[in-house]
C-alpha cells in the first residue's frame, strides 16, 4: 500500500495506542502534534508492521521509528531488541540522543551506539554489561557481530535510517550481513530521503509486505527565496564569494558534488579571508568532529560539503544555502535546500549553474512545479560590513564523557570561576574523549588561557583554541 502523509490539521499523540507514562513524557517533551511522516507511519508501525518512509532529515522521523522499537521493548530483559542503522556517526549520536529522551518514560533503558573511528574495545565493554538497543554504521556493527560482542538474533526491530546514503556510501553488502543475522519475524522499518532503484530492491528481499507512507519534499515559496545565477564553470569560486558579500548571512552551507570541489571551493574562500572549513567522506573522525561542531557552534561560517558528508549534519537556524553545482538528482536538490528556512525562519537558497547543468535545472522545475527565477551576476554588490567574521571561536578541553566532564562543569567554570556572563559562552559540546566550549571570539584566548591555567569539576585540564 502506497500513501502520502496528510498535509491538514495535524494530529496529536494522544490519539495513539501509547502507554500512559510515554503519552507524559511526549507531553513533557514538548511533543504534542504529529509532524505529517509521524501521522502517517506511527498508527501502521505500532500495529507492527514494516514501514518504507521516504522522509528528509527533520521531519521527525526518529520518533516515527523511535516509539515504535521502544513500545515492544521488554525493560527487565537487557538483550539487543532493537538496532538502528545509520550512515554516519553523527547521525547514530543523534538518533541515540532523541531515543533516550523518549525511554524516560520507561524504566532503565540502555542505548548504546557503536561506530567506527573510536577504539571498539570501549563499544565491547559497554555491551558485556547488557543492551537494549543499538544505534550504529554498517561497518562497525557487522566487525562487533564477528567478535561476538554484538548478538542480533533476539531482535523484534531493525531501523535503517537514511537508507538512501548507506547505499551511496557503499554499505550494501554490510547491511545485507547485518540482516540475515536478524530474526525472520522482527518488524523492518526503512527511512529513506529519495527512493532509488537500490532501496526497492533491499525491501523487497527483507521486508514484510511493507506499507509505504511518503511526505511531499516540498518548500513553500515563501519560506525559501530560491534564486539561480548562470555563470561559467571555472568563474563558480569568485561567484561564491560575491553571493557571500552580497547577502552577508551569518552561517552558509555551500553544497557541491564532488569532494575536489568541495576541497576547492573552501581553500578559494580561505585565501580570500573568509572562515570556511570543507568537509566530506575520507576526514579523520577526529577532524570531522572538529568541523562540524565550529559549523553548528557559529564559529565558523562556511561549511563546504558533498551531499553524503552533510548527512546528519542538522543545524535548527541555517540563513542560507549556496549550491556550487546542481544535482542531478531533484529530490536530492530539494533536501538541499530544506535545510535553509526550518520552522518560522526564513531562508535563502542560492545555486550556481554553467550551460552544461541546465537539463538538472529543467528536471528541478518539474518536480518543484515551478520556473527558476534567474538573476544576473552583475547585481551582486559587497554589503557594507567588512569581513564576514564569525561571532564565536571553539576551545578544546582534552577530557570527555569518559573522564566524566559534563557541560554543566565547564559552564560552571567559565562563568562561577572565571566569571565570564552565561552570553559569552555559547554551545558546548561532550564527546567521548573531547569537551568542545564556544565562546565570544573577543574573549577566546584569554578563556583558553584561564582554562589551562584553572580546573575543571577540580581538576587541571589541557585546553587549545581550534
Known amino acids: 500500500m502506497n500513501s502520502t502523509a496528510p498535509t491538514g490539521a495535524a494530529a496529536t499523540f494522544s490519539v495513539l495506542p501509547l502507554q500512559p507514562a510515554m503519552q507524559d513524557n511526549l507531553q513533557q517533551l514538548g511533543y504534542l502534534q504529529m509532524t505529517p511522516i509521524q501521522a502517517a507511519s506511527l498508527p501502521l508501525t505500532l500495529q507492527g508492521k514494516d514501514l518504507i518512509a521516504q522522509a528528509s532529515t527533520g521531519s521527525g522521523k526518529t520518533v516515527a521509528f523511535g516509539l515504535p522499537l521502544l513500545d515492544k521493548l521488554n525493560p527487565r530483559w537487557f538483550g539487543i531488541q532493537a538496532l538502528v542503522l545509520c550512515p554516519t556517526r553523527e547521525l547514530a549520536d543523534q538518533v541515540a540522543t532523541e531515543i533516550r529522551r523518549l525511554a524516560r518514560a520507561q524504566d532503565n533503558i540502555k542505548v548504546v551506539t557503536v561506530y567506527g573511528g573510536v577504539p571498539s574495545?570501549?563499544?565491547i565493554a559497554t555491551l558485556e554489561n547488557g543492551a537494549h538497543v543499538v544505534v550504529g554504521t554498517p561497518g562497525r556493527v557487522m566487525d562487533l557481530m564477528e567478535r561476538g560482542a554484538?548478538?542480533?538474533?533476539?531482535?523484534k526491530t531493525l531501523v535503517l535510517d537514511e537508507a538512501d546514503r548507506m547505499l551511496d556510501m557503499g554499505f550494501l553488502a554490510d547491511i545485507e550481513t547485518v540482516v540475515r543475522q536478524c530474526p525472520a519475524d522482527r518488524q523492518t522499518l526503512l527511512f529513506s530521503a529519495t527512493y532509488p532503484d537500490g532501496i526497492a530492491k533491499l525491501?523487497?528481499?527483507?521486508?514484510?509486505?511493507?506499507?509505504?507512507?511518503?511526505v511531499a519534499a516540498q518548500h513553500s515559496a515563501g519560506k525559501i527565496e530560491q534564486r539561480w545565477y548562470e555563470v561559467e564553470s571555472g568563474q563558480k569560486a569568485a561567484a561564491v564569494a560575491q553571493l557571500l558579500l552580497h547577502f552577508r548571512p551569518e552561517s552558509t552551507l555551500i553544497f557541491a558534488n564532488t569532494k575536489q570541489q568541495v576541497r576547492a571551493i573552501a581553500s578559494a574562500l580561505q585565501a580570500q579571508g573568509f572562515s570556511a572549513l570543507a568537509l566530506y567522506g575520507e576526514l579523520e573522525q577526529r577532524?570531522?568532529?572538529?568541523?562540524?561542531?565550529?559549523?553548528?557552534n557559529r564559529s565558523c561560517s562556511v561549511l563546504v560539503a558533498t551531499d553524503v558528508a552533510a548527512r546528519g549534519?542538522?543545524?535548527a537556524d541555517l540563513p542560507a544555502v549556496i549550491n556550487v553545482d546542481v544535482t542531478p538528482d531533484a529530490e536530492v536538490h530539494i533536501h538541499r535546500i530544506g535545510r535553509t528556512g526550518r520552522g518560522d525562519a526564513e531562508g535563502l537558497a542560492l545555486n550556481l549553474v554553467?550551460?552544461?547543468?541546465?537539463?538538472?535545472?529543467?528536471?528541478?522545475?518539474q518536480l518543484q512545479g515551478r520556473a527558476s527565477t534567474f538573476h544576473p551576476l552583475a547585481e551582486l554588490k559587497p554589503a557594507p560590513g567588512g569581513e564576514l567574521v564569525p561571532p564565536m571561536s571553539t576551545i578544546q578541553i582534552v577530557?570527555?564523557?569518559k573522564?566524566?566532564?559534563?557541560a554543566g562543569d565547564v559552564m560552571g567554570a567559565m562563568c562561577a570561576d572565571f566569571g565570564y556572563a552565561r552570553e559569552q559562552v555559547g554551545k558546548i559540546s561532550v564527546n567521548d574523549f573531547s569537551t568542545y566550549v564556544a565562546v565570544d571570539r573577543a574573549i577566546a584566548s584569554e578563556a583558553c588561557a584561564r582554562l589551562n591555567a584553572g580546573r575543571v569539576k577540580g581538576k587541571s585540564v589541557r585546553a587549545r583554541l581550534l
Open 121 to 123: 574495545r570501549n563499544q
Open 150 to 155: 554484538l548478538d542480533i538474533g533476539q531482535l
Open 203 to 214: 525491501a523487497a528481499r527483507f521486508m514484510r509486505q511493507p506499507e509505504m507512507v511518503k
Open 287 to 296: 577532524e570531522r568532529d572538529e568541523v562540524l561542531v565550529q559549523f553548528a
Open 313 to 315: 549534519l542538522d543545524i
Open 354 to 365: 554553467s550551460m552544461d547543468e541546465m537539463g538538472s535545472v529543467g528536471r528541478i522545475e
Open 399 to 401: 577530557g570527555g564523557r
Open 403 to 406: 573522564e566524566k566532564i559534563r
